[in-house]
């Protein structure tokens, strides 16, 4: 441990110059202020409803938590028991409200994902984006330095074990958690990857984690964060804000600016080293790997009015 310290104290010691740190979080901007409890008339399947309406249902249990009614082209038979104002209310039916409706909120978000044409992942409750759903599968986006470029968000990849070569798809899959950090609310979005072979059928068992390390090998804290400014200002369509969920007690509204903090000590990139990553099973196969092209490139804004038109 003292000669990790020692290391430390040479090779990484900060320079004396102000920094600038884009996190990936966007603070909240409103909230509903209250929580219904509803009764169901009759059972349903609820996995399914819940990607329409963002709510919560104990297990085996007619009682529905939700920041408003269903909307009438659901056609779900419910009763209104109860209202509460979940911020002034810490507890109620043994469950802690904020942590109700905190759950609810995330999974309002996953709804105006499903709204705008993502898919689930199965088995989770992870969207991501699909083949078709983007022209030419790229998140069009304004870079932290004001340029218009793009990121994919499907490609390909090729491996090879041995004799063996497997050729696979990855889609960007985001994931929202809503936290409370520096006194104010704020939703975490964290870039993850949805892998499938060609005809869409997802990978499974332990090779997934493989591929995926493999896949993000290259990418650092710029091509995490262009990911995620590429799907906020998807999910925002490119507004300064985003109104995720309307209810007649409020709205759930995000900024589409993450959190930008500043620090007087910053990093001294100069004397860093690249990190060699070996993987002596698997194997890629770099002519597939188009770095930079596939991934990034300028928005050709007279192209793009060229093919509108």
């Not at 349903?44 to 938590?65: C, D, R």
């Not at 696979?168 to 409370?180: C, D, M, Q, S, V």
């Amino acid at each position: 441990r003292a000669n990790v310290q020692d290391w430390m104290a040479v090779h990484a010691k900060p320079s004396e110059r102000e920094e600038t740190l884009r996190a990936n979080v966007l603070p909240v901007t409103e909230l509903p202020t209250v929580l219904h409890k509803f009764e169901l008339q009759e059972k349903l399947i609820l996995p399914k409803l819940a990607e329409h309406w963002p709510f919560f249902s104990p297990t085996n249990s007619m009682v529905i938590w939700a920041f408003g009614p269903p909307g009438v082209d659901l056609n779900v038979p419910v009763r209104s028991a109860t209202a509460v104002s979940w911020q002034e209310v810490p507890e109620f039916d043994g469950l802690r409200m904020e942590d109700l409706a905190l759950a609810i909120l995330r999974k309002a978000i996953i709804v105006k994902c499903l709204q705008g044409g993502m898919k689930l992942v199965p088995k989770s409750s992870l969207p991501y984006f699909p083949e078709g759903l983007l022209p030419e599968n790229h998140l069009r986006f304004t870079t932290y330095g004001g340029k218009k470029t793009y990121v994919s968000a499907i490609g390909e990849r090729t491996f090879r074990s041995g004799e063996h070569r497997e050729r696979i798809k990855y889609h960007l899959a985001p994931n929202f958690r809503l936290i409370a950090d520096l006194g104010q609310l704020m939703v975490r979005v964290s870039i993850s990857l949805h892998l499938t072979d060609l005809n869409g059928c997802p990978l499974e068992g332990s090779k997934v984690i493989s591929r995926r390390k493999r896949i993000c090998r290259n990418w650092w804290n710029h091509e995490w964060f262009s990911r995620f400014m590429a799907v906020v200002e998807w999910l925002c369509q490119g507004q300064a804000g985003c109104e995720v969920l309307r209810t007649a007690n409020g709205s759930f509204c995000i900024t589409s600016e993450p959190l930008i903090l500043s620090a007087k000590q910053g990093i001294d990139e100069s004397i860093l080293r690249p990190i060699v990553i070996t993987d002596a099973d698997v194997e890629v196969i770099d002519e597939d790997v188009d770095d930079g092209k596939s991934d990034f490139d300028d928005y050709d804004d007279s192209k793009q009015e060229s093919e509108d038109g």
